[in-house]
Nanobody, 116 residues
């Protein structure tokens, strides 16, 4: 299993970025997929998740601004981030969780920096 996140970068307050996680060796039909983030000095936290059945849920701090989606044909999970704020600055990670075994798969992170 390999998860490769990309799309991070430097953006101004109020700007947008789209993160993408390319997944290989993992099936979305039996894995919940999620985006997590970790800011300096803080614990890693859930940002958004999409279940194997397609249901989504979001952290309160990003509701209405971020959208998680998946492209089964390309085996990618995407995170569209709009109205970015400086407090969104963090390393963002893609994660897969098998729905039966609960085995977790983590990708390397991609850095998002929002300047004020």
């Amino acid at each position: 299993v390999q998860l490769q996140a990309c799309g991070g970068g430097l953006v101004q307050d109020g700007g947008s970025l789209r993160l993408s996680c390319a997944a290989s060796g993992i099936s979305f039909s039996i894995n919940n997929m999620g985006w997590y983030r970790q800011a300096p000095g803080k614990q890693r936290e859930l940002v958004a998740r999409i279940t194997s059945g397609g249901r989504t849920n979001y952290a309160d701090s990003v509701k209405g601004r971020f959208t998680i989606s998946r492209d089964v044909s390309k085996n990618t999970v995407n995170l569209q981030m709009n109205s970015l704020k400086p407090e969104d600055t963090a390393v963002y990670y893609c994660k897969g969780t098998h729905i039966v075994t609960l085995r977790e798969y983590w990708g390397k992170g991609t850095l998002v920096t929002v300047s004020s």
